[in-house]
């Protein structure tokens, strides 16, 4: 049995300013990195210990992991946290060659599958204003379907096109062999991995929401199969 720890990255500069993000690497805010110490606090009360994590290779997302694992007792158990390009990366540019230590370190691999849904056109939009001129349901369209895509953008189908195949090959991969693992991503990236994991359908995952720097705690056993699922709200 080991244990996959989903998260979403605390609240960045444009979240605060209600604007879209998407792929646009802005920063935690000073609530969203307070937020995200809280959540390490959670973890290590609950008694996590991970073994391996992986991340958006955006900033908000990164920071989010680093302090997670970082800024509070036994989450790492001892070790450091050591932040990886994703496998085949050119820019990795020979730090492959040197594999790490794991009884010293936990290995932070920074993934593009995990990326936050495009937005498109409205990436740096205040949200607001946009519905006030496309109108409330073209908006909701737009961020909750499953298959609508905004200008330019991606739909929720094709975010988990390339966050499904990876939940299913190096995340479980890890999970299978015992590694307790944290994903640290974004509100779309996140959706559907809920959404493979609690069997949800395309109806059930418009509603869905996924709270910023809230631990969500799931038991894997050895087949892949979840057995349990834990919120570590306050």
């Not at 979240?15 to 959670?42: H, K, M």
């Not at 050119?90 to 495009?118: I, K, N, S, T």
């Not at 693992?181 to 974004?186: D, I, K, N």
């Given at each position: 049995?080991?244990?996959?720890?989903?998260?979403?990255?605390?609240?960045?500069?444009?979240?605060?300013?209600?604007?879209?993000?998407?792929?646009?690497?802005?920063?935690?805010?000073?609530?969203?990195?307070?937020?995200?110490?809280?959540?390490?606090?959670?973890?290590?009360?609950?008694?996590?210990?991970?073994?391996?994590?992986?991340?958006?290779?955006?900033?908000?997302?990164?920071?989010?992991?680093?302090?997670?694992?970082?800024?509070?007792?036994?989450?790492?158990a001892g070790r450091s946290a050591v932040l990886?390009?994703?496998?085949?990366?050119?820019?990795?540019?020979?730090?492959?060659?040197?594999?790490?230590?794991?009884?010293?370190?936990?290995?932070?691999?920074?993934?593009?599958?995990?990326?936050?849904?495009?937005?498109?056109?409205?990436?740096?939009?205040?949200?607001?204003?946009?519905?006030?001129?496309?109108?409330?349901?073209?908006?909701?369209?737009?961020r909750r379907s499953y298959w609508t895509r905004?200008?330019?953008?991606?739909?929720?189908?094709?975010?988990?096109?390339?966050?499904?195949?990876?939940?299913?090959?190096?995340?479980?991969?890890?999970?299978?062999?015992?590694?307790?693992?944290?994903?640290?991503?974004?509100?779309?990236?996140?959706?559907?991995?809920?959404?493979?994991?609690?069997?949800?359908?395309?109806?059930?995952?418009?509603?869905?929401?996924?709270?910023?720097?809230?631990?969500?705690?799931?038991?894997?056993?050895?087949?892949?199969?979840?057995?349990?699922?834990?919120?570590?709200?306050?």
């Open positions: 049995m080991a244990r996959l720890v989903l998260i979403r990255h605390g609240k960045s500069t444009w979240n605060a300013q209600n604007r879209f993000t998407g792929w646009v690497d802005v920063p935690l805010s000073r609530r969203g990195r307070d937020a995200s110490r809280e959540a390490a606090r959670r973890m290590s009360e609950y008694g996590v210990v991970i073994d391996v994590c992986f991340t958006s290779p955006l900033i908000r997302a990164i920071e989010t992991a680093m302090i997670c694992l970082t800024e509070a007792d036994g989450i790492c990886k390009h994703e496998a085949g990366d050119p820019d990795w540019r020979g730090w492959d060659h040197y594999q790490g230590d794991e009884d010293r370190e936990v290995p932070v691999f920074m993934y593009r599958a995990l990326g936050e849904r495009c937005y498109g056109s409205l990436q740096g939009l205040h949200k607001d204003r946009t519905a006030d001129r496309v109108g409330q349901e073209t908006l909701r369209r737009w905004p200008p330019g953008g991606e739909s929720l189908a094709d975010t988990a096109a390339r966050t499904i195949p990876f939940l299913n090959g190096p995340v479980m991969r890890h999970l299978c062999a015992g590694k307790n693992t944290l994903v640290s991503a974004h509100g779309n990236s996140l959706r559907s991995i809920v959404m493979k994991l609690d069997a949800l359908d395309e109806r059930d995952v418009a509603g869905l929401a996924i709270p910023m720097a809230v631990p969500m705690v799931y038991e894997i056993d050895a087949h892949g199969t979840v057995t349990d699922r834990t919120w570590l709200e306050g």
